[in-house]
């Protein structure tokens, strides 16, 4: 059974860095194409941003890049989401996501296994 865990959420101040982390177990992690996205609340959930295997190729949703970086240690099972600047809007739950194909994936289909989400508050 896959499972994924994501932690590094919490209250930050606008203006604040943070640095999510996601681990899963059950799966060969260094096969998985992994992505983070996030849901706001009355919002459709949106990447933000997707790493492939090896981590030398990434993608980032509209406008993600500026702020967010996304990278992976396959020695310890590990991806990871660097978040600058962060602004009250950024507000949601952020999401990791694994895909069972190895080359980068952009699309929410393309991934079948889901953590649970940790909240990321950002207060004004």
């Known amino acids: 059974q896959v499972h994924l865990v994501e932690s590094g959420g919490g209250l930050v101040q606008a203006g604040d860095s943070l640095r999510l982390s996601c681990t899963m177990s059950?799966?060969?992690?260094?096969?998985?194409?992994m992505g983070w996205f996030r849901q706001a609340p009355g919002k459709e959930r949106e990447l933000l941003a997707a790493?492939?295997?090896?981590?030398?190729?990434?993608s980032y949703g509209d406008s993600m890049k500026e702020r967010f970086a996304i990278y992976r240690d396959n020695v310890r099972n590990l991806v990871y989401l660097e978040m600058s600047s962060l602004k009250p809007e950024d507000t949601a739950v952020y999401y990791c996501?694994?895909?069972?194909?190895?080359?980068?994936?952009?699309?929410?289909?393309?991934?079948?296994?889901w953590g649970q989400g940790t909240q990321v508050t950002v207060s004004s």
């Open positions: 059950g799966r060969t992690f260094s096969r998985s194409a």
């Open positions: 996501a694994a895909s069972p194909l190895n080359r980068v994936v952009i699309n929410q289909g393309g991934y079948n296994y």
């Open positions: 790493i492939n295997w090896s981590g030398d190729t990434t």
